[in-house]
Nanobody, 115 residues
């Protein structure tokens, strides 16, 4: 079965940085569209960033200029570099993969931004 495993979450102070990783297995990673979503308490899950199989990217307005999504096809891994974090970024962050019309999800990793 397709498996996506997120890592890199944790507690960080406002203004700090984190890098999230999502490792994929049993999956044709290089031809997939990879995304990061997040869900804060009491809110719907929202798209944070997306990267296509040809490395085109887009971002939510709230994170543009602060977050960067990238992928390493040789390692079957997608990353989310998060800089200048603020408390509004606190959420569970989920990795998503889309290929041939199918969506796959990781279990999520908690990011908490607090002083």
């Amino acid at each position: 079965q397709v498996q996506l495993v997120e890592s890199g979450g944790g507690l960080v102070q406002p203004g700090g940085s984190l890098r999230l990783s999502c490792a994929a297995s049993r999956f044709t990673f290089s031809s997939s569209v990879m995304s990061w979503y997040r869900q804060a308490p009491g809110k719907q899950r929202e798209l944070v960033a997306k990267i296509t199989s040809y490395d085109s990217t887009n971002y939510a307005d709230s994170v543009k200029g602060r977050f960067t999504i990238s992928r390493d096809n040789a390692k079957n891994t997608v990353y989310l570099q998060m800089n200048n974090l603020n408390p509004e970024d606190t959420a569970v962050y989920y990795c998503n993969a889309k290929q041939l019309g199918f969506n796959y999800w990781g279990q999520g990793t908690q990011v908490t931004v607090s002083s």
